[in-house]
């Protein structure tokens, strides 16, 4: 008998619907149920992780605790559920035809011809169990990448089909995620983009047990029955999901909705209680009835593309509730901030985040908006490579070390002020080698870090190749760049900072990666305080 159930959301129509929303959203309501419940994700793409992709391509990389360069919907997950992900909970095409390979390689097939179906299908199929297996979860929700019809989609829609099969009854589900257009000339939302859809997803064998419907306008009563009837699910398993303005206001959408309930009802599971959303619903409150609004300029190389800062814009959302407050954040470009146009760009700005990346592009721009904000008291924070341009300014213009640079965007300089890591130095691919998850990091006590955490010791997420160089350590120590966070096990510095500024740190690491609903990351809520306060 199996004792986990299964949940797999598909997608139709057109990409970007919000699959990895509504699947958080559903895992939301059943852990409010007493549900114990995760999310995974399976990406078609034949990179290995998303690692190596460019922001513009994919959006931010999301780090696990455990080190996995994993999709930015695994940050959608924990920033509903408050429970950690890991390499388990994301799979990409690459990752599967990888270990397929290897193990062809290794012999291990015993000469048989290795094929989509049974090979690659098993391979799915035993990542899609191994966190059921684990005995940690009731329910496993895993969102398919794509749309269906899309070729390289096609081995999971096969998995999924020969695993709910071999599941039984009543032991998995299949919810597919459609759109339900509004064509204006007409004046009436459209089904038929939803019917093809379903019979797409029919024609490999799966039929969806629940449809949620994306839509700009209410479903009617007539409209949800045509739906029901032309795609062969029941009437109260036709789920209507309209346009929100967060999408934390999602779970409370899909609970009216009866989504869960219907959710288990088809897996013959009790309802439990009435999910218990009130923390929920006070962080929601609060970020919708915001006492006063703050504009932080967020300086980065990739701001075209909302998706690159996923993780930092949420953490604003959830650090702006903590303090009432409605943050605007503001994209400026790093690669047209020069000397003679800082304060223009920066009119307006009441903080400045430096926000992370990789390469020269941009940099002496985000160098120049750091000294600005050192120089005229505006609360400053810089992530990753926003730290070490806090650092190369101020050897720069403090410490007068002429061409202070890192040895990343000038192998050549004469101050490399932040140098390649010792154990990077032998590294040749570029997939899966950055120093990358949870580190440890020691607070030095008195300290606005140790102020912000209250704790002596904490452990961050990390992606990164460069770092401070403690060659010039003491120099910038005693120059007034106090070092607030060193690493115990390497004696890296991972926190800098200022004294007698209004709020001025720089990390080493990626705080929004932790940054949840019920424990927004404190940095980010001591950022805003602090912007709040230099305001009055």
């Not at 390499?87 to 291990?108: C, D, F, H, M, P």
């Not at 904000?373 to 806090?390: K, S, V, Y």
């Not at 950055?434 to 904490?458: E, F, N, S, V």
């Not at 120590?477 to 500024?501: F, K, R, W």
Request: hydrophobic residues 35%; proline residues 4%.
């Amino acid at each position: 008998m199996n004792t986990t159930k299964y949940i797999f959301v598909t997608g139709g129509v057109t990409s970007s619907l919000g699959k990895g929303i509504i699947a958080a959203s559903l895992a939301k309501l059943l852990q409010a149920r007493g549900y114990r419940t995760t999310i995974q994700k399976f990406d078609p793409y034949i990179n290995v992780d998303p690692g190596t992709l460019n922001p513009y391509e994919h959006g931010e990389c999301f780090v696990t605790d455990d080190g996995a360069e994993t999709d930015l919907d695994l940050g959608h997950y924990e920033r509903f559920l408050n429970v950690p992900t890991s390499q388990a909970n994301n799979v990409t095409t690459g990752r599967v035809y990888l270990s397929v390979i290897e193990k062809e390689r290794r012999g291990e097939f015993l000469g048989k011809t290795v094929q989509v179906v049974p090979h690659i299908t098993n391979e799915i199929k035993e990542r899609m169990q191994l966190l059921g297996q684990s005995g940690d979860f009731d329910i496993v929700i895993t969102e398919i990448g794509g749309t269906v019809g899309d070729i390289e989609s096609l081995p999971y829609i096969e998995s999924v089909r020969q695993l709910v099969w071999e599941l039984g009854e009543h032991n998995s589900i299949v919810i597919h995620l459609t759109l339900v257009p509004y064509l204006a000339a007409a004046g009436e939302l459209k089904t038929k983009p939803t019917q093809h859809s379903v019979k797409t997803l029919m024609e490999s064998g799966i039929k969806a047990d629940i449809l949620v419907c994306r839509t700009e306008h209410e479903l009617s009563a007539d409209l949800r029955q045509k739906l029901a009837l032309f795609c062969n699910v029941t009437k109260e398993a036709v789920i209507q999901s309209i346009d929100a303005k967060t999408i934390y206001e999602v779970p409370n959408l899909m609970l009216e909705e009866g989504l869960d309930v219907v959710a288990l009802k088809k897996l013959d599971l009790p309802e439990k209680s009435a999910p218990d959303l009130k923390q929920w619903n006070e962080f929601l409150s609060r970020h919708k009835n915001p006492k006063q609004t703050i504009n932080i300029g967020l300086v980065g190389k990739y701001v075209e593309l909302q998706d690159s800062y996923k993780s930092i814009l949420e953490a604003f959302i959830h650090a702006g509730a903590a303090n009432e407050t409605k943050v605007n954040v503001v994209s400026i470009h790093s690669e047209y901030i020069d000397a003679s146009n800082v304060a223009e760009k920066l009119n307006g700005i009441d903080g400045i985040l430096v926000a992370p990346g990789f390469g020269e592009r941009g940099i002496e721009g985000k160098i120049e908006t750091v000294r600005y904000a050192r120089e005229n008291n505006l609360p400053f924070f810089g992530i990753c490579l926003g730290m070490q341009m806090a650092v190369i300014e101020y050897a720069r213009n403090v410490l007068h070390l002429e061409h202070a640079n890192s040895t990343e965007m000038n192998v050549d300089t004469p101050h490399p002020v932040i140098d390649l890591m010792e154990s990077q130095k032998t590294v040749t691919e570029k997939g899966g080698t950055m120093r990358l998850g949870a580190w440890k990091c020691d607070l030095k006590p008195g300290t606005l870090a140790h102020k912000i955490y209250g704790k002596d010791q904490i452990a961050e997420r990390h992606r990164h190749r460069y770092e401070y160089n403690n060659t010039y350590a003491e120099a910038l120590q005693n120059a007034g760049l106090v070092s607030s966070g060193i690493n115990p096990d390497t004696g890296l510095v991972e926190i800098v900072e200022l004294e007698n500024h209004p709020f001025f740190i720089g990390v080493q690491y990626h705080p929004e990666y932790k940054s949840t609903v019920a424990n927004p990351q404190p940095i980010f809520v001591s950022f805003v305080a602090a912007i709040v306060k230099n305001k009055k």
